[in-house]
């Protein structure tokens, strides 16, 4: 066993739930209510109902729930599919540094062996915990986007210790799941690229499936290579060519000193970037007609602009997914409309000449101060010129939700209850949020399944 493959196992294997502080079990709870309240927004969307019925048609000796649902399958896919209702409308966490991406898809794989291995919800709780200590401090020290991967890279090892832990696996069994996870598993980064299909939001939730799946085979007695990341080409030589320095995983017991307490929330469904510009747009949207506008110049760092800067598919989406990851797209629509939300990207809006002629009138440049302060800040600045000369300026250095401009427990509510509020009920939204605030008492996971299903 390799020294990153030990240190992990190690680590998953030692984590309890009396080492996480009473903070980080309440930022657990929250983001699984804003989890669960992006997988009922996305029950209905094509690619959900595609994973549904694939899931539905699986039985399996060690059935797993399907949420929003009666009907159970194998906890890979019952993880596959629930991964895939809780990314389609970006709208789930984001953790940024030299790496990242979104750690809430590795959710479903603690829910997918909660209610198999009948853990109650501290176990739960702790999984969870531990696929974003997993993901977050790999994310930290390796930027997989740089070489050419995708976010599943480090979401499967996540998942795949997640799954572990509620199976019981020891250290040994852990690490061949980790390594049974890595080795035949490589996400390319070309899923984010040009114009986005389906699959941008079934990417990490097949990194779910396979971690599970990894994890089943580990219990059962399956080995893997010894040394999946450090031995010769292994994942540090071959995807990362070995610029990879090692995390810390120590921990104190009740600290603090948990990743899942840096995430950030999104306001609007869609990708990271766009939640400044959003923002910004829907702040100056009362003070100009949109008939009115001149020109708008967008201001940000380089990560902000670097994609439509470079991929044209940003200026005409035609594909929800591609809309939601375009800023030229959401800050005309906000400038439009004075809102963004699902209905922004229904096929009648995605293809809306008016926006169009909106978006011929903007400017995207960098500017390398904010490109400098990136991730602490994800600054942005718009500023509206209108017909007249008049001038509206407004700038914002960190979004609504992100951990410096957080949202509130009731805004972390009113968020969910907006998510599932054209899917399901006022009362049964008021189930779902008891079950969810009560997990660190629940006995299993039978009462909050139960209290989604549609």
Same mark, same amino acid.
């Given at each position: ?165 509620? $199976? ?12 049974? =996870? ?31 799946? =990894? ?52 306001? +609007? ?14 702040? $100056? +949207? ?67 000449? =008016? ?48 951990? $410096? ?50």
């Amino acid at each position: 066993m390799d020294q990153t493959t030990e240190l992990l196992s190690s680590f998953t294997c030692g984590l309890e739930y009396e080492d996480l502080s009473p903070r980080v079990v309440h930022q657990i709870k929250r983001t699984v209510v804003d989890t669960l309240g992006c997988a009922v927004g996305g029950f209905h969307s094509e690619p959900a109902t595609i994973a549904r019925n694939l899931a539905g048609a699986v039985t399996s000796s060690t059935p797993s729930r399907i949420l929003g649902t009666q009907l159970y399958s194998s906890p890979d896919m019952a993880g596959f599919a629930n991964g895939v209702m809780v990314r389609y409308l970006d709208c789930n966490d984001s953790y940024f540094s030299p790496g990242g991406g979104h750690p809430s898809d590795m959710i479903p794989a603690a829910l997918a062996l909660g209610g198999p291995t009948e853990s109650d919800g501290r176990s739960v709780i702790t999984a969870i915990a531990l696929a974003y200590e997993v993901f977050c401090r790999l994310s930290d020290e390796v930027v997989t986007g740089e070489f050419g991967w995708d976010q599943g890279m480090f979401s499967i090892i996540g998942a795949t210790c997640a799954a572990g832990k509620l $199976l019981g696996l020891n250290q040994e069994r852990m690490g061949h799941a980790i390594s049974l =996870a890595i080795a035949p598993n490589l996400p390319l980064g070309v899923t984010r690229t040009g114009e986005l299909s389906m699959w941008k939001g079934c990417a990490t939730a097949t990194a779910t499936r396979a971690g599970i799946f =990894a994890a089943q085979l580990a219990q059962q007695g399956m080995t893997g290579p010894k040394e999946p990341f450090e031995g010769r080409r292994g994942l540090w030589e071959q995807a990362l060519g070995n610029s990879v320095q090692i995390p810390s995983f120590e921990k104190s017991k009740g600290s603090d000193d948990f990743r899942i307490l840096e995430t950030t929330f999104k306001a +609007y469904p869609a990708q990271i970037h766009t939640q400044c510009p959003t923002g910004i747009a829907l702040e $100056l +949207y009362p003070e100009i007609s949109s008939a009115d506008i001149a020109s708008v110049l967008i201001q940000s760092y380089n990560s902000a602009v670097s994609s439509p800067t470079t991929e044209p598919q940003k200026w005409d989406p035609k594909t929800r997914e591609t809309a939601d990851h375009s800023i030229p797209y959401l800050v005309a629509a906000a400038l439009q409309d004075g809102q963004v939300d699902a209905n922004t990207f229904n096929e009648e809006r995605i293809h809306d000449p =008016a926006l169009r002629t909106l978006m011929a009138m903007f400017t995207m440049e960098e500017v390398p101060e904010f490109t400098q302060k990136f991730p602490e800040e994800y600054n942005c600045r718009i500023v509206i010129t209108d017909r007249s000369g008049k001038v509206y300026e407004a700038q914002a250095p960190y979004h609504k939700g992100h951990r $410096l401009n957080p949202m509130d427990d009731g805004e972390v509510e009113a968020k969910f209850r907006g998510l599932a509020a054209d899917v399901v009920s006022t009362k049964q939204c008021d189930r779902v949020l008891e079950q969810v605030w009560g997990l660190d008492e629940a006995q299993n996971l039978d009462s909050l399944f139960d209290s989604m299903v549609i």
